[in-house]
C-alpha cells in the first residue's frame, strides 16, 4: 500500500482539510511533481563535478547543494511555478 494510503495519513488529511488542498495525480506523472524539477536540479550539480567517487562526497555534494537552496527561496519557487507543476502555486 502505498505511503500516502495509509490510514494515519488519511486521518491526518481529513483532520486538516480546511487548511489544505490535496491533488491527485496519475501514478506515474513526474513531470507534475514539483519534487522530481528538484531532483533534476540536484543531480545536475552533484554531476557537473564528475560522477562522485566515493559515498561521502555524494553525500558533501548533496548536502552543499541542498543549503545552498536555503539562501535560494526564488530558486526554489521556480520549481513550483513551472508550467506543469504551477497548481501548487495557485491559491
Known amino acids: 500500500m502505498p505511503a500516502h494510503a495509509k490510514d494515519a495519513v488519511v486521518a491526518w488529511v481529513q483532520q486538516h482539510e480546511d487548511r489544505l ?5 496519475p501514478r506515474y506523472s ?5 519534487d522530481e524539477y528538484l531532483n533534476n536540479d ?5 554531476h557537473d563535478a564528475g560522477l562522485p567517487d566515493t559515498s561521502k ?3 558533501s555534494r548533496i548536502q552543499r547543494f541542498m ?25
Open 21 to 25: 488542498a490535496v491533488f491527485y495525480l
Open 30 to 34: 513526474p513531470e507534475l511533481n514539483p
Open 42 to 46: 540536484l543531480k545536475g550539480q552533484v
Open 57 to 59: 562526497t555524494l553525500r
Open 67 to 91: 543549503h545552498k537552496l536555503l539562501m535560494l527561496p526564488k530558486h526554489v519557487m521556480s520549481y513550483f511555478l513551472h508550467p506543469k507543476v504551477n497548481y501548487c502555486a495557485s491559491g
